[in-house]
């Protein structure tokens, strides 16, 4: 399973993924009313991107995580926080602990877990009156993607990957519409608010190849195309585009409240 593929290089994963704005940090903390007593279920923390800043905090945090080479690292990231902790284990398969918890939390993570399980399981820990978040990521135009630097990555995808669409241009966040479906359907969950953060990141040729390293769909490629989508995209970073290029990313902060 493409889910699988993070567990294959960690370190590259820890170093290359960006953390989360500051902004929707806080505005978690307080959306879901944490204090240093509360109890805090992470569900997919890769290595530690939205972990670690949480346990800053002091709350008590499971974490867990399906990879366990993965794990490795985010227990690593998360020694100087004794209250936090790590377990391997699918989500689907983790056994519930009889104590419920104040905060369920899945960033970035959401769509790999089993549609018919995932809000179900997610509402069950938590306690009444509890917040279930949802962080999700998307690409967007904006930076340094201009209409002719991402028409030849796009060139680049074309030719290297097969499955790609024909076309594909950085979609405006402006005209994205947030995705609450599940949420608004379950009949355990209220309150569900969306709030929006963006954020804009510059990387260097190689930093940049390195984020394309973590993203499943890419290593999914055989190592022929992958190695030669890599050098395409570098070679227009480095020679197109001044040696770096500025990503825009909007992250969506979903809260949902579970029913008393």
């Not at 399973?1 to 370190?11: S, T």
């Not at 905060?103 to 509890?130: N, Q, S």
């Not at 209409?147 to 994205?176: I, N």
Request: charged share 25%; glycine share 6%.
């Amino acid at each position: 399973m493409l889910r699988d593929v993070f567990d294959e290089d960690p370190e590259l994963y820890d170093r290359a993924r960006p953390v989360y704005p500051p902004p929707l940090v806080e505005a978690l903390i307080t959306a879901a009313g944490l204090t240093p007593e509360s109890r805090v279920l992470e569900v997919g923390p890769g290595t530690g991107q939205l972990t670690v800043p949480l346990a800053r905090l002091g709350c008590r945090i499971t974490a867990v995580e399906l990879g366990p080479t993965v794990a490795t690292v985010t227990r690593r990231n998360l020694r100087p926080f004794p209250n936090a902790r790590v377990e391997v284990s699918a989500f689907e398969e983790w056994p519930l602990p009889e104590e419920p918890f104040d905060l369920v939390v899945c960033a970035t993570a959401f769509h790999w877990i089993d549609p018919a399980v995932r809000v179900p399981k997610a509402v069950a820990a938590l306690a009444p009156g509890g917040t279930l978040a949802l962080v999700t990521t998307e690409h967007v135009a904006g930076g340094s993607w201009d209409q002719d630097f991402c028409d030849r990555v796009q060139g680049c995808y074309e030719r290297w990957d097969p499955t790609t669409p024909t076309g594909l241009r950085m979609p405006d966040e402006s005209a994205l519409t947030p995705d609450t479906g599940e949420l608004d359907r379950s009949d355990r969950l209220d309150a569900v608010e969306v709030r929006r953060f963006a954020q804009e990141i510059t990387y260097s040729a190689p930093e940049y190849r390195d984020l394309l390293c973590t993203f499943s769909n890419h290593r999914d490629l055989d190592p022929t195309a992958l190695s030669g989508l890599l050098d395409c995209v570098t070679d227009l970073i480095e020679n197109r585009n001044g040696g770096s290029v500025t990503k825009r990313t909007l992250h969506e902060l979903i809260t949902a409240r579970r029913a008393a």
